[in-house]
Nanobody, 124 residues
Framework: QVQLVESGGGLVQAGGSLKLSCAAS????????MGWFRQAPGKEREFVAA????????YYADSVKGRFTISRDNAKNTVYLQMHSLKPEDTAVYYC?????????????????WGQGTQVTVSS
C-alpha cells in the first residue's frame, strides 16, 4: 500500500514557473515508477510525465515537452514536477500516481495508487 500526497499547486501568471511535489508513504517507493496526470474541467484526465524507478528514464506528453521536468529523490520518497513557461491551457488539477508496471507509463489504467490532486491555475 502506498499513500501519495501532492503539494505546490497555486495561482501563477502565464510565462511563470511552479514546482509540484508528491510525497509517498512507505519504504518501497523505489519499487514504483511514478507519473503525473492532469484533468481540466470538462476534460478527460491526461498523461503529463513519468519517470522510471531509478530516475534514469523520463517520458513527457508532447504538450509539455521542453517546458516541464519530472524528477525523483528516492531517499526522500518524493517525486517532483518542475513547470516553466506556463500557459493558461496548463490549468488543471494535477495528480501524482504510482505503478508497478514496466512500461505503459502513458496509460492511467496501469497505475495502482493515486494522490488527491493539487490545483494549478495559470492566469493570462
Amino acid at each position: 500500500q502506498v499513500q501519495l500526497v501532492e503539494s505546490g499547486g497555486g495561482l501563477v501568471q502565464a510565462g511563470g514557473s511552479l514546482k509540484l511535489s508528491c510525497a509517498a508513504s512507505g519504504r518501497t517507493f523505489s519499487s514504483y515508477a511514478m507519473g503525473w496526470f492532469r484533468q481540466a474541467p470538462g476534460k478527460e484526465r491526461e498523461f503529463v510525465a513519468a519517470i522510471s524507478r531509478s530516475g534514469a528514464r523520463t517520458y513527457y506528453a508532447d504538450s509539455v515537452k521542453g517546458r516541464f521536468t519530472i524528477s525523483r529523490d528516492n531517499a526522500k520518497n518524493t517525486v517532483y514536477l518542475q513547470m516553466h513557461s506556463l500557459k493558461p491551457e496548463d490549468t488543471a488539477v494535477y495528480y501524482c500516481a504510482a505503478t508497478h508496471h514496466y512500461g505503459g507509463y502513458e496509460s492511467l489504467d496501469n497505475y495502482d495508487y493515486w494522490g488527491q490532486g493539487t490545483q494549478v491555475t495559470v492566469s493570462s
